[in-house]
Antibody
Framework: QVQLQESGPGLVKPSGTLSLTCAVS?????????WSWVRQPPGKGLEWIGE???????NYNPSLKSRVAISVDKSENQFSLKLSSVTAADTAVYFC????????????WGQGTLVTVSS | DIQMTQSPSTLSASVGDRVTITCRAS??????LAWYQQKPGKAPKLLIY???SLESGVPSRFSGSGSGTEFTLTISSLQPDDSATYYC?????????FGQGTKVEIK
């Protein structure tokens, strides 16, 4: 059974870069799934950030594309998120998730990690 | 981008009630719609994909229907464990987009 675990700083300063890693266990990151990041501001809804394939191919939400970079590390079976020039509006719980093999839906999720943007 | 509108935003119902949540898309998305359940402090859980296909392990009291622009999630007999927020999600085209959510409360 696949498990995903997010890790990274819980506090980032405004204008800084948010960096998170998602460690995958129970499945290979090269298994043919796409791997995504989704975020949820406190008390609000879900926003898809972007996704990556093991080959390094990516798709990003246009609303964040200029500030987002997602990368994959096949040797460590993990993928990472970088979000630059953060503001308080980027404060959210960040989830990593596995996309279903048929595409488009999120069939497994990490527990989520809260990142607060504050000085 | 295609916009998703969920209704109602909150509903309160009794155990055993039939509950329906609606999701409308601003343009046709065929059947490329999923439903998720999220409990406080937890990650979302996939319930339904391709508008009406039940994810493995999900109780049969959950069902989905619709195509094009209007979709519904139905809980046939509401249980205490169903207290949660439910989100629809389109996946016919990028960006993958979620509805605003419907909070289901038990009376």
């Amino acid at each position: 059974q696949v498990q995903l675990q997010e890790s990274g700083p819980g506090l980032v300063k405004p204008s800084g870069t948010l960096s998170l890693t998602c460690a995958v266990s129970g499945d290979s990151i090269s298994s043919g799934h796409w791997w995504s990041w989704v975020r949820q501001p406190p008390g609000k809804g879900l926003e898809w950030i972007g996704e990556i394939y093991h080959s390094g191919g990516t798709n990003y939400n246009p609303s964040l594309k200029s500030r987002v970079a997602i990368s994959v590390d096949k040797s460590e079976n993990q993928f990472s998120l970088k979000l630059s020039s953060v503001t308080a509006a980027d404060t959210a719980v960040y989830f990593c998730a596995r996309m279903s093999m048929v595409g488009g839906t999120f069939d497994s999720w990490g527990q989520g990690t809260l990142v607060t943007v504050s000085s | 981008d295609i916009q998703m509108t969920q209704s109602p935003s909150t509903l309160s119902a009794s155990v055993g009630d039939r509950v329906t949540i609606t999701c409308r898309a601003s343009q046709s998305i065929s059947s490329w719609l999923a439903w998720y359940q999220q409990k406080p402090g937890k990650a979302p859980k996939l319930l339904i994909y391709k508008a009406s296909s039940l994810e493995s392990g999900v109780p049969s009291r959950f069902s989905g229907s619709g195509s094009g622009t209007e979709f519904t999630l139905t809980i046939s007999s509401l249980q205490p464990d169903d207290s949660a927020t439910y989100y629809c999600q389109l996946y016919n085209s990028y960006p993958w987009t979620f509805g605003q959510g419907t909070k289901v409360e038990i009376k």
